[in-house]
């Protein structure tokens, strides 16, 4: 989504990733050059407020998710050491400027998010309908 980040600025809305509990993740994913700041969320409190639930067991066996885990894997990507957070389900929020939730996609599988131009579809649709000041 970097290579996207004069769009969102555009839109008059920051990205940032957040992230669960492991402050280590935040470090390795700012040491690898990842374009947004990482924001810890240990308590689960974005989470919350969006609704946003676990993986099921079923969940993470899905094709779908050991795909999304191989394409990270060749990217470079490592899991690290297991944290908590290994059954959340993954997913992408939109906040207006008083950081209230205005559009939510929780991940059903490994690695489920959403396109970057479906995100940028969803701030822009935002955006003209006003729900972003």
Do not use: C
């Not at 470090?27 to 969320?41: E, I, N, S, T």
């Not at 470079?76 to 400027?97: F, K, N």
Request: positive net charge; proline residues 6%.
């Amino acid at each position: 989504m970097g290579e996207h980040a004069a769009e969102f600025d555009e839109a008059g809305v920051a990205v940032v990733s957040v992230g669960g509990s492991a402050e280590y993740q935040a470090r390795d994913l700012a040491g690898r050059g990842h374009p947004f700041p990482v924001l810890l969320d240990p308590d689960q409190i974005l989470r919350s407020a969006v609704g946003f639930g676990d993986l099921s067991k079923l969940d993470m066996l899905k094709p779908e998710g050991a795909r999304n885990y191989w394409r990270s894997f060749r990217r470079g990507a490592r899991q690290g050491r297991p944290t908590r957070d290994r059954e959340r389900s993954p997913g992408i929020v939109v906040l207006d400027s008083r950081q209230r939730p205005v559009w939510a996609r929780e991940g059903r599988a490994l690695g489920d998010y959403p396109a970057v131009g479906e995100v940028l579809a969803e701030v822009r649709r935002l955006t003209e309908r006003g729900d972003l000041r």
